[in-house]
Structure formats: structure tokens, C-alpha cells
């Protein structure tokens, strides 16, 4: 997923440099990031699922919630050469030791000109933009057909949530047999974005052979969602408090799937 850092972080138009703008996240995060972008990781039984178009996933495990993970010290994979770094973490309490092996890593990285990443689906990227990967790794999923997603929380509009699009593409040489691009627009204008292509992967590095669908459910909005009390997120946030979620899901019943390697990314 890339977007506009200038909504989500609650700039104006005046762009920060990369390089402020990956201080100010690492400041903000994790309460900033994986506090408001993220809420759970989401767990669903998918062997009854026979359907790929199926509505529901599968039978829902209880979710793991991002607030009860502990985290990496940040300062440790802070790369200025890339300007990125990477969260990483674990649940505080696991008692059936799911995640004994296992992390859930998000990498946020700042671009300073405009290019695209070495990894598919290579979607394009401009230099006031950010991007944020996700991976599981090694965790144990608790049934033979685990489908795995996320619960995502971001800011809306005024009283909105954020508009959610598909636009449809011709083949593109960057990201073969991928017809369609997923995006969030925040107003009519609009005054930020996140997109990216609804595609996940079961290895590293990605291919067509691993490539697992990514479906999104429609936005709500989500009330009573509390603001961490951190003062830097306030800062970034000020008082508003409308915030908007929905659920991304990875892979089908029918595979690829994460019970191959252990092994998905966004
Ligand atoms: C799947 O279907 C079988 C047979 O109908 C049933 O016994 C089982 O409980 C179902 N599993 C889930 C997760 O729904
Ligand atoms: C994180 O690591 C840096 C340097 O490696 C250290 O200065 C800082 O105190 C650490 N922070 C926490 C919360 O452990
Ligand atoms: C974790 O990895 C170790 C070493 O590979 C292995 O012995 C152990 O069974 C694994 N634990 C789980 C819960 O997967
Ligand atoms: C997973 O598959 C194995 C072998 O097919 C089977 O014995 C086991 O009961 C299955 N586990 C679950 C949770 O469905
Ligand atoms: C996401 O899925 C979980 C499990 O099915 C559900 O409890 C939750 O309400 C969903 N969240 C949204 C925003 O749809």
C-alpha cells in the first residue's frame, strides 16, 4: 500500500522532507501506525469456503488484537539510506504459542524521488508518498486452511469515511495478470489517498505462483474508537476522533495460502 502521508499525518501541502517525515512516523509509531492504521489480525477457518466468491472468508477465530503485541525498539531497523524502518511484533500473552516462531512485521518506508519498489507488484510511487508492507512469518495458524487479514482503522472526512475505488487497468508489464487497483480517497478533490493492488503473497519474493487475491470490505464508520493518549499522537491528530475501518483478507480456500511457507505479504 503507498499514500499520501500529508491526510493521514495531518500536514498541509507543504511536503516534509523524506527524512522529517520518517522521524515524525517513527515518533508516531507504534501508537500512530499500528494504533490507527491497524487494529487486529484477523484469523478465519476457510475449509467449509468451497466458493472463491464466496462472501465470508470462513468461520472466524478470535482475532489477535495489535494493541496486546509487543514491539521491536524501532531505533534498531531504522535505515536512513532507505529511509525506512520496520515494526515488529509478537503477542504479549500466548498461551498456545502460535507466534513462538512467528512475527507480524509493517515496514514503512518514505520515498525521496519517484520510482518503483524492486518487489511486485511494483506500483509506482512518487516522492511525497509512503509506503507500508506487511508480513506474517512463522506464525502457526490454528486450522489446515487458515485465511488470514486485517482489521484496518484510518481517519475520515468531516462526518465521511473515505471513499473506496477499483480502477481497472489493461495489463500492465509491472504487475502481471493484476487487472485492478485498489484506492481510498479522502474527499472529492481529493485531499489524500492510499492505494495499492489487491494482491498478497505466499513466498518471498513474490510471483505469480504465490500470488494470493486481496479482498476489502466496505468502510464503517467505527465509533468509540479511543485515541491513544500518547501527546504525539494527539499532536498529529489534534481532537478528531471519527475514524473509519474495514477488513482486508488474504488468499481463498482453494490456495495458494499462507499454510504453504508460513509465509504472507502485502
Ligand atoms: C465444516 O463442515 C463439517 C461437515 O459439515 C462440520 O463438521 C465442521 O464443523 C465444519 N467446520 C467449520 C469450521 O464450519
Ligand atoms: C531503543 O534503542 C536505542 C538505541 O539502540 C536506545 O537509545 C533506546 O533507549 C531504546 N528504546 C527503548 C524504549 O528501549
Ligand atoms: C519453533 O521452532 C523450533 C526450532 O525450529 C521448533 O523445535 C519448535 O517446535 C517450533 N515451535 C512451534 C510452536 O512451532
Ligand atoms: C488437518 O489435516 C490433518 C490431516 O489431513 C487432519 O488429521 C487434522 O484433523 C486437520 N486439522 C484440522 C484442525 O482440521
Ligand atoms: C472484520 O472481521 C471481523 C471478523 O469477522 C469482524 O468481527 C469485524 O467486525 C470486521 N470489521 C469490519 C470493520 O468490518
Redesign the pocket.
Known sequence: MRGSVEHSWGWGHCAPSPLLLLTLLLFAAPFGLLGEKTRQL?EFDSTNVSDTAAKTPGT?YP?YSLADFSWNNITDSLDPATLSATFQGHPMNDPTRTFANGSLAFRVQAFSRSSRPAQPPRLLHTADTCQLEVALVGASPRGNRSLFGL?VATLGQGPDCPSMQEQHSIDDEYAPAIFQLDQLLWGSLPSGFAQWRPVAYSQKPGGRESALPCLA?PL?P?LAYPLPQSPIVRAFFGSQNNFC???LTFGASTGPGYWDQHYLSW
Do not use: G
Request: aromatic share 10%; hydrophobic share 40%.
Open positions: 484477523l472466524p482475532p482489521e470490505s464503517h467505527a475501518a474495514f477488513n
